[in-house]
C-alpha cells in the first residue's frame, strides 16, 4: 500500500465516498486530516473513527462545519486548515448531490439544475481555487528519492456521468462534466507550480446517493444489465483510487479522469 505522509482536506467526509477517502488517508500514514462537511454530527462522527484508525503517531484531525457553495464558507474552511497544519499536501474535493429522480430535460426546473451545479460545479471549483492558492505558496517536498517536489495534489469527485449522457439527470450530468473540464485547466495552470489535479469518476457506488436507483428500479435486475461486474461498487475502492491519484506515486500524471466504474461505461 502507498502511504500519504503529509496533510489532507477532505469534503463530504460526512458519508460515503468523503467518509471512507477520509479514513484511507488515516490508515495509509496521514499525518493531518482536515475535514469538512455540510452535515456537523456526521463529521464529528468521521473525526472520532479517523482518530481511531490513524496510523501516524502524529496525527491530528479537524472538523469544520461548511456549505461548499458558498464562497464566503469555503474560503474560511479552507484558511482554517491551512492556519491548522501549516500546509495542504493533499485536497479531495467530493461532496456532492443528486437529482432525487430522473426527469426530462424539458421539465428540468431551473430551481434543480442551481441547487446541484452551485454544489457540484461552482463548489468543487470554490475549493480547489482556495487550495491551489494556498498550495502554490507552500515548498514544495520530494517524498520519494529522485522523483521532483510537489507542491500539493488535487483530486475532484466527477461521476462516470462526466462522459455519458445520463438519461433524465441532465443537471448532475452538466456538473459532473463541469468538474472534468475545471481539472484539465487546472491541471495544465498549474503544472508550473509543481501542483497536480485530476478527477475520479466512479460508476454505481453504495452509498446514500444512490438510494434513489434502489427506490425506482429492481436493484439486481438493473446491476445484471448495466454493470459488467454485475454489483454497485464500495466506497473503499473509490477511496483507494482517489487516496492514489493524490499520493506521490502518481507522480506523473495530470488532468486524467480516472473511471472506476466495474465496466460499466464500456457497455
Ligand atoms: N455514489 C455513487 O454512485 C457516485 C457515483 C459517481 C459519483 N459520485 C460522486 O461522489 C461524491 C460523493 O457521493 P457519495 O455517493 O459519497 O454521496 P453521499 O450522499 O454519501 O455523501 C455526500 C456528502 O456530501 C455532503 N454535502 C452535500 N452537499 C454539500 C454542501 N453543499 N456542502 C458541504 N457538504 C455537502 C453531504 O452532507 C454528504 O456527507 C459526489 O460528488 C457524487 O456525485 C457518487
Redesign the pocket.
Known sequence: MFSVPGIALV??A?????RATALAFARAGASGLHL????RG?LEETRKDVTAEATNPHFKAYASE????KEDQVVRMVQEAADNFGRIDYAAN?????ENSPMPTADTPLATYDRINN??AK?VFLCMREQLKVMRNQEAVARIPGRPGVRGAIVN?S??YGFLSGNGYTSYVTSKHAVIGMTRAAAVSHSVDDIRVNAVC????D????DNIKEHLDLRTFLEGAVPMKRLGM?EEIADVVVFLLSERASFVTGHSFIADGGASIV
Not at 460526512?14 to 468523503?18: K, L, Q, R, V
Not at 461548511?66 to 457553495?69: C, D, G, H, Q, R
Not at 467530493?94 to 443528486?98: F, H, L, Q, W
Open positions: 469534503t463530504g460526512g458519508s460515503g465516498i468523503g469538512t462537511d455540510v452535515n456526521r461548511a456549505e461548499l457553495s467530493i461532496a456532492g448531490i443528486s454544489i457540484n463548489g469527485m461521476s462516470m466512479p460508476g454505481y457506488i452509498t446514500p446517493l444512490v466506497a
